[in-house]
């Protein structure tokens, strides 16, 4: 029997990237990169909400990507910068949108 970790690394090599955010989502500590990667798994899942938000899910899920290489590829710590430009973009088009 594989662990979690094991089976979300497992995943990534293979890349099965959907198995791995669905895997990986639902670990309790994510460090830094949590964000990331929890907001790669809802583009995901509801990739026409983000569209609505005038985001890119592609761009979301691959900075969610980043976020997982950076936390699980090499296993090492670090504050992690994958997607903040990326989100900070999204959250300035979202707020654009309710002004309107």
């Given at each position: 029997m594989?662990?979690?970790?094991?089976?979300?690394?497992?995943?990534?090599?293979?890349?099965?990237?959907?198995?791995?955010?669905?895997?990986?989502?639902?670990?309790?500590?994510?460090?830094p990169q949590r964000a990331a990667i929890m907001r790669a798994q809802a583009a995901r899942l509801s990739p026409a909400?983000?569209?609505?938000?005038?985001?890119?899910?592609a761009a979301i899920i691959e900075a969610g990507k980043a976020a997982m290489r950076e936390r699980f590829g090499a296993m090492r710590g670090g504050q992690s910068r994958a997607g903040e430009a990326l989100l900070a973009r999204c959250h300035a088009n979202s707020m654009a949108a309710r002004l309107r």
């Open positions: 594989q662990t979690k970790l094991a089976q979300v690394q497992a995943a990534m090599r293979a890349g099965d990237w959907p198995r791995a955010f669905s895997i990986a989502s639902k670990f309790a500590r994510l460090g909400f983000y569209r609505g938000l005038g985001c890119d899910p």
